[in-house]
């Protein structure tokens, strides 16, 4: 499995013009969250224009379902217009293209509640923010959202300290 | 004159969260957030890779 290299694939979206939110532990770690992850998480936009450009990047990035990588399976426009995800693995390492996280939060709903980042050689990217990120793992509460969740916390309650 | 503390200083919340390591990530930069992980994962794989066999 290729290594993740989180910039580099934040870059081709970024270049690509990809509408794109940072979900999960990446955007944990831009919002200052010590935690640790492998995988880069986001939702995109799931309008046709913003799936074509999606698609052509996940193309340059050879980006393949991590199910059964043998078979080398790629998603289509079809997949990546659905609410559901999509677990991939491209050559700057596993990629989880999301089209709804939570109760169904799609990227129109998560707009409001994101930062626009800079995050290293011009690659801005929009990121969920720590307080949305806290509500989403309360609400779901599974066992790995629990686990991060007091770390979650403390780091919210530090930022709006001034930390 | 002041006595030398005791032990180190060290900071954690209730439930055991360390409040140092926060306040370090928070005082840098998204981007130098970003190249903390990306260091942190780099080292993992390599050792990961290191010790394959076992």
């Known amino acids: 499995m290729p290594d993740s290299d989180f910039l580099a694939a934040l870059r081709a979206l970024h270049e690509g013009g990809v509408e794109f939110i940072v979900v999960g532990g990446l955007a944990a770690v831009l919002n200052g969250a010590p935690v640790n992850t492998f995988d880069l998480d986001i939702v995109p936009a799931r309008d046709e224009a913003n799936v074509a450009k999606l698609l052509h990047v996940l193309h340059t990035l050879d980006g393949i379902y991590r ?19 999509h677990n991939l693995i491209t050559n700057c390492g596993p990629l989880d293209v999301l089209g709804t996280i939570g109760h169904g939060l799609g990227y129109e709903d998560l707009l409001p509640h994101t930062i626009e980042m800079e995050t290293g050689g011009g ?10 990120i806290v509500r ?11 686990a991060v969740l007091p770390v979650l916390r403390r780091t919210l309650e530090e930022k709006q300290r001034g930390g | 004159m002041t006595e ?51």
């Open chain 2, 4 to 54: 030398p503390d005791a032990q180190p200083k060290t900071d954690y919340s209730e439930d055991g969260v360390d409040l140092t390591l926060i306040r370090w990530m928070l005082s840098l930069t998204p981007a130098e957030r970003l190249q903390v992980l990306q260091r942190q994962v780099n080292a993992i794989l390599a050792i990961r890779r290191l010790n394959a066999g076992q």
């Open chain 1, 136 to 146: 989403l793992k309360e609400e779901l509460a599974g066992e790995k959202d629990l």
């Open chain 1, 67 to 85: 199910m059964q990588p043998e078979r080398r399976l790629k998603p289509g426009a079809s997949h990546l217009s659905s609410p559901g995800h």
């Open chain 1, 123 to 132: 690659v801005r990217v929009r990121v969920l923010n720590l307080a949305t």
